[in-house]
């Protein structure tokens, strides 16, 4: 296990990759998600509240 964590530590110090931030998002509300639907194959159109939360989403720093 010693000699896996120092070749690990050698290869960071070779490689140098750039720290890049991920962010997951999933959806905004819909009319479905609020009345407790299942959903799955059929793309159900964002309600004023998912609207809003995509708007706040896109903003984001």
Not at 17 to 22: N, Q, Y
Not at 56 to 61: A, D, E, G, T
């Amino acid at each position: 296990m010693y000699k896996i964590k120092k070749l690990i530590k050698k290869m960071k110090n070779i490689i140098k990759i750039p720290h890049v931030p991920f962010y997951f998002v999933r959806h905004g509300q819909t009319d479905w998600n609020k009345e407790n639907k299942v959903m799955g194959q059929i793309d159900i159109p964002l309600n004023a509240t998912g609207l809003e939360q995509a708007q706040v989403v896109m903003l984001w720093p």
